[in-house]
């Protein structure tokens, strides 16, 4: 069966960078695309962008200059990388499996804190 | 970027009732709406996609319709383990954006 797994730093110091890594498994990589999604405290679902079964990506325009998407299919493992990290970053970060724009499969997420 | 307006904010029913969340768009969307439940303190879980089909394992008591800018969640006899949040997301233009969001509870 379909399962993702989110890993991540828990908190990281505000300007920093933010590196999330989801490790999916019962699929691969280079056949459905990988969402990330993140919930602040509270609130409701930001998309945050996509990496697709050929590799292409698309972002969040609002978050686009600090986002990078990326994989290793070897490892069936996706990366998020974002820098210039401030507070109002903190959030949930979650991965889901998507073999169109939905979402099928989640994670259960990773909490991360920007803190200064 | 397509705005995704959910209504109502938040929703108190009886055990038994049926109830509708909707989601309007800002310009057509071509049914490609999904929506999500997500319990208190877990992971957000696929209940529709491409605005009417039943996602794997959903109950049978969830449904959903619409098309164009206008779309409608609906939970026929509703149980004690619907009490959750649902969001609908669009995913005809990128970004991908979320509804606000809709807050069920038990009366």
């Known amino acids: 069966q379909v399962q993702m797994k989110e890993t991540g730093p828990g908190l990281v110091q505000t300007t920093q960078t933010l590196s999330v890594t989801c490790t999916v498994s019962?699929?691969?990589?280079?056949?459905?695309?990988v969402h990330w999604v993140r919930q602040a405290p509270g609130k409701g679902l930001e998309w945050m962008g996509i990496?697709?079964?050929?590799?292409?990506?698309n972002y969040n325009s609002a978050l686009k200059s600090r986002l990078s998407i990326s994989r290793d299919t070897s490892k069936s493992q996706v990366f998020l990388t974002m820098n210039s990290l401030q507070t109002d970053d903190t959030a949930v970060y979650y991965c889901?499996?998507?073999?169109?724009?939905?979402?099928?499969?989640w994670g259960q997420g990773v909490m991360v804190t920007v803190s200064s | 970027d397509i705005q995704m307006t959910q209504s109502p904010a938040s929703l108190s029913a009886s055990l038994g009732e049926t109830v509708t969340i909707e989601c309007r768009a800002s310009e057509d969307i071509y049914s490609n709406l999904a929506w999500y439940q997500q319990k208190p303190g877990n992971s957000p879980q696929l209940l529709i996609y491409d605005a009417n089909s039943l996602a794997d394992g959903v109950p049978s008591r969830f449904s959903g319709s619409g098309s164009g800018t206008q779309y409608s969640l609906k939970i026929n006899s509703l149980q004690s383990e619907d009490v959750a949040s649902y969001f609908c997301?669009?995913?005809?233009?990128?970004?991908?954006?979320f509804g606000s969001g809709t807050k069920l509870e038990i009366k």
């Open positions: 990496i697709w079964g050929d590799g292409s990506t």
């Open positions: 889901a499996e998507g073999a169109y724009g939905s979402a099928h499969y």
């Open positions: 019962g699929f691969s990589l280079t056949s459905y695309g």
């Open positions: 997301q669009q995913y005809n233009n990128y970004p991908f954006t």
